[in-house]
């Protein structure tokens, strides 16, 4: 689908630069995969503190057991 965005110019073509990309929607779209990835690590991030952990948990008893 096509999109049009008012984007600073210097700032994509810094992108572009530094992602090694030949084209703008080449350097748009690894921006975004890029921004994605990092939020979706930080959601990871935020669950070690909410999962408890069984100091006592052997898990190479559980595979014997499978």
Known sequence: ???NLAID???IEE???LAKQKT???AVTQALE???QRH???E???LFHKVDFDPD???KEQRKKQ
Do not use: G, V
């Open 1 to 3: 689908m096509p999109t």
């Open 9 to 11: 110019d210097e700032l």
């Open 15 to 17: 992108a572009r630069r």
């Open 24 to 26: 703008k929607k080449a």
């Open 34 to 36: 890029e921004f994605i």
């Open 40 to 42: 979706k690590q930080m």
């Open 44 to 46: 990871i991030l935020d």
């Open 57 to 59: 948990y052997e898990y």
